[in-house]
């Protein structure tokens, strides 16, 4: 069975890699395994922006993880940005092998509010799993508690859950039927 690999570059609190882990499998009902990896992500980087480029990262990525039908998960403390927006919390390969995810944005520190590492993982594992679903092929949902949500602030994020609609859930299990 195919498995979703989470990687973590430029990223310290491997605290959560456990937590995280555990809270995708039960979402995406997929295993999920940890795989340590040695990453050069100098190349991504946009001085003019002082951000890194989450397109360019996904490429990086992929071409340093062949898949077959696995999918691999990137998590990084480094601000990512796509060129037409100022900054985003993740991107992924829509129906392709490949997600990453920044914690940057997602800590309350960068807001001027006090840490809370709970409410980090707790965005994480939303963030994740949102950017899982759309490897699989699902795009936006407008039900707006599914995780499939589009959070453009950090406040949305808090608003959603962790879990797929109905909906969503029922294209999922197709997605992963399709690749059985
Ligand atoms: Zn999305
Ligand atoms: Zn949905």
Request: net charge negative; glycine share 4%.
């Amino acid at each position: 069975m195919p498995v979703i690999k989470i990687v973590f570059f430029h990223f310290d609190s491997i605290e959560y890699s456990q937590a995280l882990a555990d809270a995708i499998q039960r979402m995406v009902g997929w295993p999920v395994v940890v795989e340590p990896i040695e990453f050069d992500h100098s190349y991504a980087y946009h001085p003019e922006r002082h951000q890194y480029h989450s397109s360019q990262i996904l490429l990086g990525i992929k071409n340093l993880i062949p898949t077959d039908q696995d999918k691999v998960l990137a998590v990084t403390d480094l601000d990512l940005f796509i060129p037409i927006l100022t900054f985003v919390f993740g991107e992924a390969q829509l129906d392709g092998p490949t997600a990453v995810i920044s914690t940057f944005r997602l800590r309350p520190e960068y807001y001027g509010l006090p840490k809370n590492s709970e409410l980090v993982l707790d965005r994480m594992i939303k963030e994740s799993v949102h950017e899982i679903g759309h490897t699989f092929g699902l795009v936006h949902c407008w039900n707006s508690g599914c995780v499939l949500n589009v959070s453009t602030y950090v406040e949305e994020i808090d608003l959603k859950n962790a879990e797929f609609c109905p909906d969503c859930k029922k294209q999922l299990d197709q997605a992963h039927l399709k690749l059985k």
